[in-house]
């Protein structure tokens, strides 16, 4: 279902978008909940055409060049990691030997 059919259903507090087959989980809840949040504030403009923009170029098309570019110009990324913390297990010891 695209998000628009969504929108026509309502997806208000009790919208038909939020009916489902089965009754959903505790973490299945809260993320209904966060997009429900997300999509509040959302629009549709039926005269408008729905495409895809590419931010990175000014002409909104495309480019491996920009995306090189763009991924070459982030500040590099330290992957050290301290000797201590490489072997450490944040489990309990009866955990692991159970496992």
Same mark, same amino acid.
């Given at each position: 279902m695209?998000?628009?059919?969504?929108?026509?259903?309502?997806w208000g507090v009790?919208?038909? @978008?939020?009916?489902? &087959?089965?009754?959903? $989980? @505790?973490?299945?809840e809260e993320l209904v909940g966060e997009l429900s949040v997300l999509l509040?504030?959302? $629009? $549709?403009?039926?005269?408008?055409?729905? &495409?895809?923009?590419?931010?990175?170029?000014?002409s909104h098309a495309f480019s491996v060049r920009s995306v090189y570019k763009f991924l070459t110009m982030q500040p590099p990324i330290d992957l050290s990691v301290a000797d201590s913390s490489l072997w450490h297990k944040d489990v309990p010891l009866k955990v692991v030997l159970f496992a």
């Open positions: 695209s998000v628009f059919d969504m929108c026509q259903l309502g009790d919208g038909e @978008a939020w009916r489902w &087959k089965r009754r959903l $989980f @505790a973490w299945e509040q504030n959302v $629009f $549709f403009q039926v005269d408008k055409d729905d &495409k895809w923009r590419w931010t990175l170029e000014p």
